[in-house]
């Protein structure tokens, strides 16, 4: 999540900069809601979001990844949560390692839900943050243990009727998948 803000120091060196807007960066430390109670031993679910492969992956501006629960229909189901900026980038890889939590019990989702993951970035040029792949997992794919996932190009398609993959190269979505009772 970012927001404008006009910039106003006296700095000399700010001096020529000094009505010019600035994007500041509110998700540093992303929007990650803490792990759930589970209650009557239902199964909530840990996405640990480990890293991201793409051809291009050092030059991307402050990388996240929004997670949301989504219904067939593609109406939330819960809150989107947005992981911190990507910790390190290795090779073609963006390095997150940092546990999701997703807030209801799985069992209590409806019928056609899926977990989608949306790669976002800060383009300078627009001042704006863009949408670069988004990946999904469907129910049946909840397994515990390591996924890896296909990247589809934006825009995302939330209903699931139009996918095109990234790139043919094999660059997934890596997450590890923990099932807590």
């Known amino acids: 999540m970012y927001y404008r803000t006009q ?23 992303g929007s ?3 792990k759930p109670v ?13 890293k991201i492969g793409l051809k291009d992956a050092v030059s991307y501006i402050d990388p996240v990844i929004t997670v949301s629960v989504k219904d067939a229909s593609g109406s939330d189901m819960t809150a989107p949560q947005d992981t911190p900026i990507a910790m390190n980038k290795e090779g073609s890889y963006l390095i997150y390692n ?3 939590f997703v807030q209801k019990c799985i069992d209590s989702l409806p019928l056609g839900f899926a977990i989608f993951f949306e ?12 949408t670069k792949c988004w990946a999904f997992m469907e129910k049946d794919e909840i397994k515990e243990g390591q996924a890896a996932l296909e990247l589809y190009k934006k825009p ?4 699931r009727k139009k996918l095109n993959l990234l790139t043919v190269k094999p660059l997934y979505l890596h997450v590890k998948l923990l099932i807590n009772i």
């Open 7 to 29: 910039h106003s120091s006296d700095n000399e060196d700010d001096r020529q900069e000094k009505d010019a807007f600035f994007v500041y960066d509110v998700s540093v430390k």
């Open 119 to 130: 790669l976002k970035h800060y383009k300078p040029k627009k001042k704006d943050v863009s």
């Open 38 to 50: 589970s209650y009557g031993g239902l199964p909530m679910l840990t996405i640990r979001v480990e």
């Open 98 to 100: 940092v546990d999701v």
């Open 32 to 34: 990650l809601l803490p």
């Open 156 to 159: 995302t398609d939330f209903k």
